[in-house]
């Protein structure tokens, strides 16, 4: 297994993370302190905020090396009606 690092977190607790070609959920990224094991193989990662625009990317995790993602979730912009 290689530990998958998630970089800079935004401090909002209900960040998730689901490193699977299905979508599963991994966990809450605040519970799992800034990094995960996964076995060697291609994901789809996938990081959710409410609020947020989702981060998605395909990732290659190799066996022995570590994996960085510094997620940058944009704000989804809230419609303001006159």
């Known amino acids: 297994?290689?530990?998958l690092s998630l970089?800079?977190?935004h401090g909002n607790q209900e960040e998730a993370i689901y490193p699977d070609k299905s979508g599963a959920y991994?966990?809450?990224i605040a519970s799992l302190k800034s990094s995960v094991w996964l076995d060697p193989?291609?994901?789809h990662l996938c990081?959710?905020?409410a609020g947020h625009a989702d981060?998605?990317?395909r990732i290659y995790v190799l066996r022995g090396k570590n994996l960085s993602v510094l997620d940058k979730l944009a704000p989804?912009?809230?419609e303001v009606k006159p």
């Open 1 to 3: 297994m290689c530990p």
């Open 7 to 9: 970089g800079a977190r």
């Open 26 to 28: 991994a966990g809450a």
């Open 41 to 43: 193989g291609a994901y």
């Open 47 to 49: 990081i959710k905020s």
């Open 55 to 57: 981060y998605c990317r």
């Open 76 to 78: 989804v912009p809230v």
